[in-house]
């Protein structure tokens, strides 16, 4: 097992996470205040921003490849470095989910 260092920026916070280990919950054990929801990589509500390092995230379905190399669903995500991450930073597919839903509520 190998131990990484997260850091959140913008807020002060740093937490150790271990490989095996999801980011979200360390943040849970540490009193960190990540939002989320689903827990099983669906519904992006966990999602951060990666600013530094890597992380392993196979089962984060509700990203595209592309956003997987930029964003991480803290659910689902494993740090394989330390970690620079920037909470409550969505990527643009569910910028783009939200305004389909404004052009069909917007009928007549
Ligand atoms: S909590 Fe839903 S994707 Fe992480």
């Not at 392993?56 to 490849?65: D, H, I, S, Y």
Request: net charge negative; hydrophobic share 35%.
């Amino acid at each position: 097992m190998t131990e990484y260092t997260v850091e959140f920026v913008g807020t002060g916070e740093t937490i150790t996470v271990s490989d095996k280990q999801t980011i979200l919950k360390a943040c849970i054990e540490e009193g960190i205040a990540q939002e989320y929801s689903c827990r099983v990589g669906m519904c992006l509500a966990c999602s951060a921003e990666i600013l530094e390092g890597d992380v392993t995230q196979p089962a984060a379905r509700g990203l595209t490849e592309e956003e997987a190399e930029k964003y991480a669903l803290t659910c689902m995500a494993r740090p394989q470095s330390d970690l620079k991450l920037d909470r409550g930073v969505y990527p643009p597919s569910i910028e783009d989910d939200a305004a389909t839903a404004g052009t069909v509520a917007d009928d007549d």
